[in-house]
């Protein structure tokens, strides 16, 4: 697993496996390949491949200016989907349903991560690296896609 810049995610599954799933999750971890800003398209801070049982996260959370417990938050959420597997409704699947939202609501920064994404999208997605934006809550509130679920 590449280390990362800033952010070394072992350390950060384990203390989180530790903390919030008595240490009973087991996958692999990946930072996903850096992309340009005008391609970062996919606006996903971090996905569960349930096949490799891996969970990979984009690497624009790997810089400085994102805050550790928006890291851990977006991990902890990836490893909600390793315990809690998508289910089969009809015509759709479901991967953030009632359990899985009742476990990833345990984080302690669940809100506090939730906001902080919210208001420096711009930040994540379209700033050129190391251009840092302070939080800001004024910045999301306009954009209808704020109210998506980033990851
Ligand atoms: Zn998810």
Known sequence: MPPGKVYHLKTLFDWINRDY?????????????????????????????????????????????VPVFVVASVLHHEMCHAVVPAKRRSGYTEFHGPEFKALERKFRDYRAARDWVRANRKFLFQAPKNHVILPSRGVAAADAMSQLFLF
């Open 21 to 65: 799933f008595s240490g009973s999750v087991r996958c692999k971890l990946a930072w996903g390949r850096v992309r340009a800003a005008r391609v970062r398209r996919v606006r996903q801070l971090g996905r569960f491949e349930p096949r490799a049982n891996r969970i990979v996260l984009n690497p624009v959370l790997d810089q400085p200016g």
